[in-house]
Structures are given as structure tokens and as C-alpha cells.
């Protein structure tokens, strides 16, 4: 089992910038992609932006040129940051991850618990 564990939500004014951490943890697991959605009020959840394991990333429309997602592959964490922050990126930020465990074959989708970003106008 895969544990992921968000950080670095919180309230900010609109221009401002929040940095989201999600840290995964766990016995002998190997993580192909990870990625953080994001589910406003009302809203589905929507994807945000991802990273292979490779390091090719991808950002929604909404978000390109304001986010950008990083990994340290060595500590098995993914980042968030996000400049220029407006009010309708008010959400619930969820951090996702691709692994498996070592004797497995097939990737799994694992999720955090969330933290929330609340930016004000």
C-alpha cells in the first residue's frame, strides 16, 4: 500500500503563491506518474497538472504558465507551485500517484487525502 500525503494548502490572496507537497511513502514500491487535480465547489474533479517518470510534465489550460509541477524522485515527493493565484483556484488539491509494488506488474492509482487552497479576491 502507497500512502500519500498532502501539505501547503491555506488561504491567500488572489496574485499570491502557495507551494503544495505530497509525500509518498510505503514498502517497496516503485511510482511511474504522479499528479495533482484539484475539485472546486460544485466542481468534478479536474486534473491539474502530471509528471512521468521521466520528467515530461503536463498542465491544463487553466494553469499553464502559472503552476509548475516538480519531483525529487529520491525522497518520492511531488510539488505544486502555484504563482498568480486567482480566485477561482479555490479547490481541494489531491495529489496522485501510478505505483506498484515490486513483485507486481501492474500500476495501481492511489490518491491523498486533500488540502485545500482557498484564494480570496
Known amino acids: 500500500q502507497v500512502q500519500l500525503v498532502e501539505s501547503g494548502g491555506g488561504l491567500v490572496q488572489a496574485g499570491g503563491s502557495l507551494r503544495l507537497s505530497c509525500a509518498a511513502s510505503?514498502?517497496?514500491?516503485?511510482?511511474?506518474?504522479m499528479g495533482w487535480y484539484r475539485q472546486g465547489p460544485g466542481k468534478q474533479r479536474e486534473l491539474v497538472a502530471t509528471v512521468t517518470s521521466a520528467g515530461t510534465t503536463t498542465y491544463s489550460d487553466s494553469v499553464k504558465g502559472r503552476f509548475t509541477i516538480s519531483t525529487n524522485n529520491a525522497k518520492n515527493e511531488v510539488y505544486l507551485q502555484m504563482n498568480g493565484l486567482k480566485p477561482e483556484d479555490t479547490a481541494v488539491y489531491y495529489c496522485?500517484?501510478?505505483?506498484?509494488?515490486?513483485?507486481?506488474?501492474?500500476?495501481?492509482?492511489?490518491w491523498g487525502q486533500g488540502t485545500l487552497v482557498t484564494v480570496s479576491s
Open positions: 496522485n500517484a501510478q505505483a506498484r509494488r515490486l513483485a507486481a506488474v501492474r500500476y495501481l492509482e492511489y
Open positions: 510505503g514498502s517497496n514500491f516503485i511510482i511511474n506518474d
